[in-house]
């Protein structure tokens, strides 16, 4: 939460976007371990958040720690796994600090290589430790008082790609369209599956007022945007 205002805008990717995107991050020299092409939300984190630091600071700061944060889902990363249907927010973040190299011409992936890494990091054995994470809990007391003084930039990413939004009917019919409501949250993104699920995805993008009006006037950012 925050005193500023906060702007929340939603931005059209097209599944032909989301593709081409996938192939401007992709890593040409993948080995069978590491998969080519990114996935769609690693493709749009690494665009997202590459965008935002150009047009609001330049280029990243040096002197500024730069954490990507992406809720994971723990329901299949448990073991045994949760039921798909189990409820309640059973998430976990993977904390990526971005390397300042993953924002130049020939190096973007090696941005979707770092948050990969940061998010299967969290599986089985992870997760079991978890109930003795009071250093952890210790550890995000500290860091939330460093972003607070604005010693580390954050950024959150969380999805709802591929949940069964537009299955859902409560007796009037299923959903034509599903979004996001405004959040108060400073640097947070919401990505969910466009209406008609062809592949394309709707970002649901959360930042301060002035953030806000650098970045969605952002040539590169807009040459991948729908018009809505």
């Known amino acids: 939460m925050t005193k500023e205002k906060i702007l929340t805008k939603r931005f059209v990717f097209s599944a032909s976007s989301?593709?081409?995107?996938?192939?401007?991050?992709?890593?040409?020299s993948t080995t069978e371990d590491l998969p080519?092409?990114?996935?769609?939300?690693?493709?749009l984190s690494?665009?997202?958040?590459?965008?935002?630091?150009a047009v609001t600071h330049g280029m990243a700061d040096p002197k500024k720690i730069y954490t990507i944060l992406h809720a994971v889902n723990l329901r299949t990363r448990m073991d045994p796994p949760l039921?798909?249907?189990s409820f309640g927010n059973i998430i976990w973040f993977a904390i990526t600090r971005p390397c300042i190299d993953g924002m130049k011409e020939g190096k973007r992936h090696a941005l979707v290589n770092?948050?990969?890494e940061a998010i299967e990091k969290i599986d089985g054995d992870y997760?079991?430790?978890?109930?003795?994470?009071?250093?952890?809990?210790?550890?995000?007391?500290?860091?939330?008082?460093?972003?607070?003084k604005g010693e580390i930039e954050s950024f959150r990413f969380t999805s709802f790609c591929r949940f069964p939004v537009y299955e859902a009917d409560f007796g009037w019919g299923k959903p034509k369209w599903v979004g996001s409501g405004s959040l108060p949250f400073k640097n947070l993104v919401i990505f969910i599956d466009s209406s008609g699920t062809n592949g394309g995805i709707?970002?649901?993008?959360?930042?301060?007022?002035?953030?806000?009006?650098?970045?969605?006037?952002?040539?590169?950012?807009?040459s991948f945007v729908s018009p809505t």
Do not use: C
């Not at 690494?46 to 630091?53: K, T």
């Not at 997760?127 to 607070?148: D, S």
């Open 114 to 116: 770092q948050m990969r």
């Open 46 to 53: 690494a665009l997202i958040w590459s965008r935002f630091v």
């Open 18 to 28: 989301v593709a081409a995107l996938r192939e401007k991050y992709a890593d040409q």
């Open 127 to 148: 997760i079991k430790k978890l109930p003795e994470g009071i250093k952890h809990l210790n550890f995000l007391k500290e860091r939330a008082e460093r972003v607070t």
């Open 83 to 85: 039921p798909e249907n």
């Open 202 to 222: 709707e970002a649901w993008i959360n930042l301060v007022e002035e953030d806000m009006d650098k970045f969605q006037g952002d040539e590169e950012l807009l």
């Open 36 to 43: 080519r092409h990114p996935t769609r939300i690693e493709a």
